[in-house]
């Protein structure tokens, strides 16, 4: 067999392993979920006819589902980082180690069943924006197409960045907390409010971090507002992630174990 043919094989079998322990531990991804949902209800039901300066609720819920989309990905890959964590200090890798296995299909396995459930918790969360009254009425099927695929670069990049950081970590608790930037960084970008009501001091920190980029690149597909620059930064920032999570991941899996 072929090395390019055991990497697939055992990718894949990683990959079933990681799904059948979603399957049988749902808890942790459902807890993840509550965070942007509760958001979503709270600004939209709360906060919708304030924070929409005068606009109305449901131009309010236009303008924050996309940033809600993005948030989801950062809340749903903590889950990865505290499963890889779980893996390297349980024991199990120093046993994957000894068995004739491809190397890297262990974090092939993590990567491609963080993605998946990821895209299934944005699609969750996106049915429960419509629920509420998002709408995107002139997308053509083209531009949809390209909101989930940027939606899943997004998630591949920072599925790459949460496992480097539960290799890192040396505990589940550590990790949680390493990944907790993640969730946060969607509060400092124009997920919630537009970047001309910032300072001006803060308003180049929220503009080109990797979110708002990418919620304004969203924005232009679904609701047909101006993209500009924003589809060349997202872009560069998904790559440039996925680039830096993957070999900050590889060099750490195959340093020795202590």
């Known amino acids: 067999m072929s090395t390019l043919s055991l990497a697939v094989r055992d990718s894949a079998t990683m990959l079933r392993r990681n799904l059948l322990h979603a399957r049988r531990y749902p808890s942790l991804t459902l807890n993840l979920l509550l965070t942007p949902v509760m958001l979503l209800l709270l600004f939209v039901y709360v906060f919708g006819d304030t924070m929409s300066g005068g606009a109305g609720r449901d131009a309010y819920i236009a303008y924050i589902v996309p940033g809600i989309l993005l948030m989801t990905i950062g809340s749903t890959v903590v889950g990865t980082a505290v499963s890889v964590t779980m893996d390297m200090t349980e024991g199990i890798v120093a046993r994957f180690r000894t068995m004739a296995i491809h190397r890297g299909s262990v974090l092939f396995g993590h990567v491609a069943g963080s993605v998946l ?50 290799l890192g970590s040396p505990n589940v608790e550590a990790a949680s907390n390493n990944a907790t930037p993640m969730i946060l960084l969607p509060l400092i970008s124009s ?29 232009g597909l679904l609701l047909g507002t101006e993209i500009g620059h924003n589809g060349w930064l997202a872009a560069g920032w998904c790559v440039a992630l996925t680039v830096l999570g993957y070999l900050w991941s590889k060099a750490q899996f195959n340093r020795d174990p202590k």
């Open 117 to 166: 459930r990821t895209l299934l918790s944005v699609v969750i969360v996106g049915a429960v924006g419509v629920a509420m009254g998002f709408r995107s009425v002139d997308a053509t099927a083209l531009e949809w197409l390209a909101a989930f695929g940027l939606l899943a670069l997004f998630a591949l990049a920072f599925t790459w960045i949460a496992v480097g950081m539960g």
């Open 191 to 219: 997920a919630f409010v537009p970047l001309e009501s910032m300072p001006g001091w803060f308003r180049p920190v929220a503009e080109y971090q990797p979110f708002t980029p990418t919620i304004e690149t969203l924005r």
